[in-house]
């Protein structure tokens, strides 16, 4: 499986940006995608999770109601699109996918610099 993760950039406080992943070589019908974030200083911690099925379909707590995750399954495309964004959602964000049902990763992007400026 290969995972690809783009879209990062330096963007004001309220700004919003997408994320984009496209993730190939998977043998199972279902998959799951899920967006990490390395914070300077923070541990990782996830931030959504999706699974081709539809079945998962989760953000994390401190993004709810300003971050969505979605498929474009035609073109093996998962997106991260980010609103309201906040100084304190700078970070790496990595594009993690998984050939089971849950949201653990197995295989990792390179990782997208996010830069959110006051």
């Known amino acids: 499986v290969h995972v690809a993760d783009s879209g990062g950039d330096l963007v004001q406080a309220g700004g919003s940006l997408r994320l984009s992943c496209v993730a190939s070589?998977?043998?199972?019908?279902?998959?799951?995608i899920a967006w990490f974030r390395q914070a300077p200083g923070k541990e990782q911690e996830v931030v959504a999770c999706?699974?081709?099925?539809?079945?998962?379909?989760a953000v994390a707590e401190p993004v709810k109601g300003r971050f969505t995750i979605s498929i474009e399954i035609a073109a093996n495309t998962t997106y991260l699109q980010m609103n309201s964004l906040k100084p304190e959602d700078t970070g790496v964000y990595y594009c993690?996918?998984?050939?089971?049902?849950?949201?653990?990763?197995?295989?990792w992007g390179q990782g997208t610099q996010v830069t959110v400026s006051a």
């Open positions: 999706i699974s081709r099925s539809g079945v998962i379909n």
């Open positions: 993690t996918a998984a050939e089971h049902s849950n949201c653990y990763p197995e295989y």
């Open positions: 070589g998977f043998t199972f019908d279902d998959w799951t």
